[in-house]
């Protein structure tokens, strides 16, 4: 069964303290594995999409990373608009038709305190 | 591109009454899908349909829930009848084609008292 894992649950920052947030994965393949940001009484709106160990992608203040088992997202001198809880996501890479299955991690609330 | 529209965005319900979602999703994409969203299990995949068909309805908690996709641009997710289990946000998202990422709407905040 594929896992996602995202640490920490819960992290606040000072404004402009760059930091890291982690998600672990367990897939039986990995077709891509997606970052997303929900704020509150909101629907998750789309970051990056990563597919293959080694692959960076920027936007703004957002790195996001992957490796062959976690993926990294590397926030640089937040703002407070960027507090939000960020969501990652992974879909596994078996090839029949029907896995089209996202599944989801429980998501890292950050905050960042002016 | 308005995005993914929900309807309503809040909805308070008696136990035992039937409840139905809408969605309309983003024109052009070719996968819909339908969340869950509650404190205690994250986002929960409930059913997707391909091109209007359903495809995976394994999430579909019981049979008290259906979902239905009459058309490219419609879909319901119906509960009857409701109970108080069933108070989450629900989630539906679009997607065109199968390797691309899925864009969520805003939700339905369902209470069912």
């Known amino acids: 069964e594929d896992q996602v894992t995202q640490s920490p649950e819960a992290l606040r920052l000072q404004e402009g303290e760059s930091s890291s947030l982690n998600c672990s994965y367990t897939?039986?393949?990995?077709?891509?594995l997606f970052w997303y940001r929900q704020d509150p009484g909101k629907g998750p709106e789309f970051l990056f999409t990563l597919y293959s160990a080694g692959e960076e992608k920027e936007k703004e203040r957002l790195k996001a990373t992957l490796t062959k088992k976690e993926s990294f997202l590397h926030i640089t001198a937040p703002k407070p608009e960027d507090s939000a809880t960020y969501l990652c996501a992974v879909q596994a890479g078996i090839s029949n038709f029907g896995n089209e299955k996202l599944t989801f991690g429980t998501g890292t609330r950050l905050t960042i305190i002016p | 591109d308005a995005g993914v529209i929900q309807s309503p965005r809040h909805e308070v319900t008696e136990m035992g009454q039937e409840v139905t979602l809408r969605c309309k999703p983003i024109?052009?994409?070719?996968?819909l899908f339908w969340y869950r969203q509650t404190m205690m299990r994250g986002l929960e995949l409930l059913i997707y349909f391909n091109n209007n068909v359903p495809i995976d309805d394994s999430g579909m908690p019981e049979d008290r829930f259906s979902a239905k996709m009459p058309n490219a641009s419609f879909s319901t997710l119906k509960i009857q009848p409701s109970e108080p289990r069933d108070s989450a946000v629900y989630f539906c998202?679009?997607?065109?084609?199968?390797?691309?990422?899925?864009?969520f709407g805003p939700g339905t905040r369902l209470t069912v008292t």
């Open positions: 897939v039986s393949g990995l077709r891509g």
């Open positions: 024109s052009g994409h070719d996968y």
């Open positions: 998202a679009s997607r065109q084609g199968r390797f691309y990422e899925q864009y």
